[in-house]
T-cell receptor
Framework: AQSVAQPEDQVNVAEGNPLTVKCTYS??????LFWYVQYPNRGLQFLLK??????LVKGSYGFEAEFNKSQTSFHLKKPSALVSDSALYFC???????????FGAGTRLAVHP | DGGITQSPKYLFRKEGQNVTLSCEQN?????MYWYRQDPGQGLRLIYY???????QKGDIAEGYSVSREKKESFPLTVTSAQKNPTAFYLC??????????????FGPGTRLTVL
């Protein structure tokens, strides 16, 4: 069965420092991986996705994610955090040939001035 | 939030009442989805529809019903059979999943509270 784990409920980072939000997945076939961000009382905004090709995927707002097949991970990264990056981040996986996205529980990112 | 609208933004319901949440999209997407979000649990799929007049149950369909009479619209009814309906409800849409690269785009959500 497909599953996604986001091992950290919250990540705290100082503004200007690099940030990493972790995600690991489990699928039986080729994974399609997504990152979304949610601001309070808003819908989810798409950040980036990995389908195939380069393991480093670049997305919106300066975010990027690295796909690591051997570690079944898809960690979200940003070289320099902004206070405005503070939000709830969701990792999701879809298995090739299936319709459904499976979401992780979310990680709250807090960037302090 | 793109071309997906959800209404109302906030909804209050008395126990025993059915309520319908609206979701409309102007993205010309074939597939539409309803998710429920509870604190600390991420999103869980309620129903999805890949094409007009067709829909499938997701992981937590009990107590909910949907219809898909038009491509643009996918309303969700929360029935009195849903034991714990207080949650944030999110609608999404995407191009047909057979393309294998579809991205789901989300509406702004409806917060339902049972009084």
């Amino acid at each position: 069965a497909q599953s996604v784990a986001q091992p950290e409920d919250q990540v705290n980072v100082a503004e200007g420092n690099p940030l990493t939000v972790k995600c690991t997945y489990s699928v039986s076939g080729n994974p399609y991986l997504f990152w979304y961000v949610q601001y309070p009382n808003r819908g989810l905004q798409f950040l980036l996705k990995y389908i195939t090709g380069d393991n480093l995927v670049k997305g919106s707002y300066g975010f990027e994610a690295e796909f690591n097949k051997s570690q079944t991970s898809f960690h979200l990264k940003k070289p320099s955090a902004l206070v405005s990056d503070s939000a709830l981040y969701f990792c999701a996986v879809r298995e090739n040939g299936y319709n459904k996205l499976i979401f992780g529980a979310g990680t709250r990112l807090a960037v302090h001035p | 939030d793109g071309g997906i609208t959800q209404s109302p933004k906030y909804l209050f319901r008395k126990e025993g009442q059915n309520v319908t949440l609206s979701c409309e999209q102007n993205l010309n997407h074939d597939a539409m989805y309803w998710y429920r979000q509870d604190p600390g649990q991420g999103l869980r799929l309620i129903y999805y529809s890949q094409i007009v007049n067709d829909f499938q149950k997701g992981d937590i369909a009990e107590g909910y019903s949907v219809s898909r009479e038009k491509k643009e619209s996918f309303p969700l009814t929360v029935t009195s059979a849903q034991k714990n309906p207080t949650a944030f409800y999110l609608c999404a849409s995407s191009t047909p999943s057979r393309t294998s690269t579809d991205t789901q785009y989300f509406g702004p959500g409806t917060r339902l509270t049972v009084l």
